[in-house]
């Protein structure tokens, strides 16, 4: 059986993560999410919103100037077959 050392709240979590990628630097790309079915495209690493166009597309637009940093395509395997 294993046990957790203890648990942690959403807090101490985010600050591990947040110490132990510090360093490291954002690159643009894109991934499929298989539970999803969709493919996320990221440009910038800034803090966005996401803007429903359609049942297929959201667009991912930064907060401080409304530009897109990056979208997604729902319904993948639907479009490729």
Known sequence: ??????????????????KKY???K???GFFYNKP?????V????VEYYAQW?????????????NRIVGLSVHGVKKHIR
């Open 1 to 18: 059986m294993v046990r957790a050392r203890h648990a942690m709240n959403l807090d101490e979590v985010l600050a591990r993560l947040a």
């Open 22 to 24: 510090k360093n490291v």
């Open 26 to 28: 954002f690159k643009p």
């Open 36 to 40: 999803g079915d969709m493919i996320e």
């Open 42 to 45: 990221y440009l910038e690493n």
């Open 53 to 65: 166009i359609n049942h297929d597309v959201t667009v991912y637009k930064a907060m401080n100037d």
